[in-house]
């Protein structure tokens, strides 16, 4: 048997699998899940499929010649499991269908423009699916040769006029938008539902939740932005459509909510829809509605529960439905039955996601902040069973440090909660350097999670004590702590983080002369933000960080900023300056660690490119670590393991401590 010997790095991150998109069988006795793994001297990633049986045995693979196998789907017989692959011959993804028992898979869809976000019709004789099409490109042939030419041209060009032109790291600028398809399982015969209409579903990352088919059929839901020019913060709304008369129906025109992700129930006779009330807050909770389809009447699940539902709403019966929700730092399942008052846990986090629900048993995935995701289920006795051991091996031999909870006064001696992440090797009666890893959004959280990017157990493992604040403006502790940094960005959130600095100080085990701080995004703002008030760090890490809000009005949400503010920067120059790190510039003398990517059009490489060139104008210490082939986040295995040597030199070069250890 193995003994736990090592710390855990970078390294054994990129060893480990992770499985995701379950699936149950009818009859809620087998799993399919898709499985990624990563090959780091290739720098490439692999998905394939796996059965698991809910009622224990080995997991066996189910395909094995594609490279991306992923969104299994049951059919409603049981015969089938459909999926999405680009396999050798396929210039996008396609559609496939294979037996659960095994066998060679077969292509459906030959869709030039590929396919994604796909479900069963109920009579397993059907799948609807997602593309990205240009809407006047309604036949297959004008796709081929639209693509083609797309191709083929020599002009790279971005040609615009609407608003929400990019989107992450992604350009909406050729005229393409997602559309809604259904495609014959046995002649792969393919209908566009949306043809010679102005519908489309949202072009901020559509996904099978945004669509549903009803149990007789004959009906789709969709969410749409009604909206001639689209934008990201609009209101939305449900539609459907007869698919026998081709009617088109807005089903909450007269509602003033901003509505999303149908449900159809099991007996059709309801659609779960998510609301939010963005005319109230840009960060409104988003609630769970019940469209009556005889009565035509829209009703609000009871306002009691202070927390946000998240996409998908699954119905486990005609009177309950399940969905995941944060609450406290910890994402679990949840079971509304209909009528009643407060949700109740259905599988508890962790963080719980990828939730199916068939045959009376419950299939998830979990992870937790010292386990890496792991596929689950709970059948009809309530009894939960692990279902897989992909990542045991792995974890069998590394030692990770004990994970604290505590609660500490923050703004104003407001309660925040924190966690403290500890060296494997950890002895109280010893001094240690502190790390803080501040989460970004603001409107996130840092959870009960196994995070790949940014792992607090493997950055514990380096000898720091970690600690993350989920400071003033994190989800998952109710809607005023969440809004209740609006138009005053920065001010509660250093406070909390400046009272987790203090209230470990006091634990006596922190050398003070070894502080630092590290934070991406919204984070990143944070540690440029604390650059300019305050010089206790020894230096900070700022990944894709927001370092001017008058600049940020090059990223793909520059409509979104004016509101969480409190105004554009033209009207009140003065309050966004009181809320911006370049105004604090004079203040700043910390080392700081700068990294970015090209691709990243949520913060754009400006901001960090403005950082790194105003340090080194004011002759602070400073680094760049520049990624031209990553966006937001790091996601090559390669510039991962970079990422993390670059992260650790640093901070180790401005550690007392660690020069000491150097010395001896």
């Known amino acids: 048997m193995k003994t736990s010997s090592q710390r855990l790095t970078a ?55 594609g490279e991306k196998d992923g969104e299994p789907r049951w059919s409603p017989d049981g015969r089938s499991i459909a999926f999405v692959s680009k396999r050798e011959r396929d210039d996008e993804p396609q559609l496939y269908v294979i037996a659960p028992d095994g066998g060679e898979a077969r292509r459906v869809t030959n869709m030039p423009t590929g396919v994604f976000g796909i479900k069963w019709f109920p009579d397993s004789k059907r799948l609807a699916f997602l593309s990205w099409v240009w809407p006047d490109a309604t036949r297959p042939a004008a796709l081929v040769e639209r693509v083609r030419q797309r191709k083929d041209s020599k002009v790279q060009a971005h040609v615009v006029e609407h608003s929400a032109y990019r989107y992450w790291d992604k350009w909406l600028s050729d005229g393409r938008v997602p559309r809604l398809f259904v495609a014959e399982v046995k002649s792969g015969h393919i209908l566009d539902l949306f043809a010679n209409t102005p519908y489309e579903l949202p072009q901020a990352d559509p996904a099978a939740h945004h669509y549903d088919i009803s149990p007789d059929g004959g009906e789709v839901a969709f969410t749409y932005d009604p909206a001639e020019e689209k934008r990201f913060d609009h209101e939305y709304h449900v539609v459907t459509l007869d698919l026998r008369r081709k009617r088109f129906t807005t089903i909450t025109q007269r509602s003033r909510l901003s509505h999303e992700s149908p449900s159809y129930s099991p007996d059709g006779r309801r659609i779960a829809i998510l609301t939010q009330n963005l005319r109230l807050s840009p960060v409104a909770a988003t609630r769970l509605a019940m469209y009556d389809r005889a009565a035509g009447r829209l009703r609000l699940m009871p306002e009691g529960w202070d927390r946000s539902v998240n996409a998908p709403v699954l119905w486990e019966s005609r009177q309950a439905v399940l969905f995941v929700a944060e609450d406290t730092a910890r994402t679990h399942a949840f079971r509304w039955r209909i009528g009643e008052g407060a949700p109740e846990v259905a599988a508890r986090g962790g963080t719980v996601s990828d939730v199916a629900a068939a045959g009376g048993t419950l299939a998830f995935v979990r992870n937790t902040m010292s386990t890496p995701p792991a596929v689950f289920a709970i059948g009809p006795d309530g009894g939960e069973r692990r279902l897989d051991c992909f990542n045991d091996d792995v974890m069998a031999s590394v030692k990770l440090g004990e994970v604290r909870e505590t609660w500490i006064r ?21 001094q240690w350097p502190l790390l803080h890893n501040i989460h970004g959004g603001p409107h996130s959280t840092w959870g009960d999670n196994f995070h790949f990017r940014w792992n607090n157990h493997v950055f514990a493992a380096q000898g720091y004590v970690v600690v993350c604040v989920n400071y003033h403006g994190s989800s998952s502790f109710g809607q005023r702590f969440l809004e209740s940094i609006d138009h005053e960005w920065g001010r509660r959130e250093f406070a909390d983080v400046e009272a987790g600095t203090d209230h470990m100080l006091k634990t006596g085990y922190i050398d003070r002369r070894r502080l630092m701080a590290a934070g ?16 206790r760090y020894k230096a900070y890490v700022c990944h894709a960080g927001c370092f001017d809000w008058v600049a940020m009005f090059a990223d793909d949400a520059w409509y979104w900023h004016p509101k969480e503010l409190g105004a554009f920067y033209w009207d009140d120059p003065g309050h966004v300056d009181s809320q911006n790190p370049r105004a604090r510039v004079r203040h700043m003398k910390t080392p700081t660690l700068v990294i970015h990517g090209l691709l990243d059009y949520r ?62």
């Open 11 to 65: 390294e054994h991150l990129w060893r480990l699998a992770r499985p995701s998109q379950t699936t149950l069988s009818p009859d809620g006795a087998q799993a399919c899940v898709s499985v990624t793994t990563y090959d780091t001297r290739e720098n490439k990633s692999r998905s394939r499929l796996w059965l698991l049986s809910t009622f224990g045995g080995d997991p066996r693979p189910l395909t094995e010649a």
């Open 520 to 535: 991406g995004s919204y984070g990143g703002y944070m540690v440029a933000w604390m650059n300019g008030h305050t010089d």
């Open 410 to 430: 923050g703004w104003r001696g407001e309660k925040v909660q924190m966690w403290i992440i500890l060296p494997p090797d950890f002895d109280e009666r010893k």
């Open 603 to 664: 913060v754009p490489d400006g901001q960090g490119l403005a950082y790194y060139n105003t340090l080194k104008a004011k002759g602070v210490p400073s680094r760049l670590v520049f990624f031209p082939d990553e966006n937001h986040w790091i996601l090559k295995p390669q510039n991962s393991l970079l990422w993390y040597r670059e992260f650790f030199d640093w901070l180790g070069r401005f550690d007392p401590g660690a020069r000491q250890r150097r010395r001896r």
